[in-house]
């Protein structure tokens, strides 16, 4: 049972994830062209303005992960919502609980997988050019991005399942701002102390999806 219901959500998902795919490689594919570009115009100003981290080469990565989650949740929560058939899946036998994690679990991994081939990819191209202390602090300035990601993707699901157009404008408000916290532009490298506050909001928002399920289940109103 638990197979089938992750086989047809990937019915639904696969050509948005490809697209999403696709369009975070293309966008670090566009970074490393423009580390080469700056290497190749000027190599040790570029790499000294890098190494004092005076410049963010990775930010076209930014909108990565939100663009990924929003193609996913969208795809994978709104035919089932508009079409009332995840009140059909709700009372499987698997359970109401299992249901609903079995599919935001779905949605959670495929998301980490597009952004985990993203990041390799990332790190492998620009490991060409640039030294590995530059790498990681990149990497660390990108992880409350994904993070965001991540979030936005579990808000996805909770305001698709909320049965209350009254709530749901209240999540999608609280959605926006939470999320907007993920997707500053912060200083390189200086963000590893508030990753633990940003992974604990991204801990806190998977779990919130269970209370909107529960609510379309009963369908309060």
């Known amino acids: 049972m638990t197979l089938h219901l992750i086989y047809k959500e990937w019915i639904k998902t696969r050509w948005f994830a490809l697209v999403a795919l696709v ?21 040790p100003l570029y790499l000294s303005r890098l190494l004092t981290n005076k410049e963010a080469f990775f930010a076209l990565f930014r909108f990565v992960p939100l663009f990924a989650a929003v193609l996913i949740g969208v795809s994978q929560f709104l035919p089932e919502v508009v079409d ?29 997988a597009i952004l985990a081939c993203c990041l390799l990819l990332f790190v492998g191209l620009t490991a060409v050019y640039l030294p590995a202390e530059v790498i990681r602090a990149a990497l660390v300035t990108m992880m409350p991005w994904v993070l965001g990601g ?9 305001i698709a399942m909320e049965p209350v157009g009254k709530f749901r404008f209240f999540y999608f408000i609280v959605a926006y701002l939470l ?18 506050v940003l992974a604990a909001l991204t801990g806190v928002s998977s779990v919130s999806v269970l209370f909107t399920a529960r ?7």
């Open 23 to 43: 369009a975070g490689l293309a966008a670090v594919v566009g970074i490393f062209a423009g580390v080469a570009g700056g290497i190749r115009s000027d190599a």
């Open 84 to 112: 009332k058939r995840i009140k059909l899946s709700l009372h499987l036998p698997l359970g109401p609980v299992r249901v609903v994690y079995s599919m935001v679990l779905y949605g959670f991994l495929l998301l980490s």
């Open 150 to 158: 991540m979030t936005a993707y579990f808000w996805i699901a909770m």
């Open 179 to 196: 999320i907007s916290v993920f997707m500053r532009k912060f200083a390189v490298g200086n963000v590893e102390t508030l990753l633990p």
């Open 215 to 221: 609510r379309f289940n009963k369908g309060e109103l």
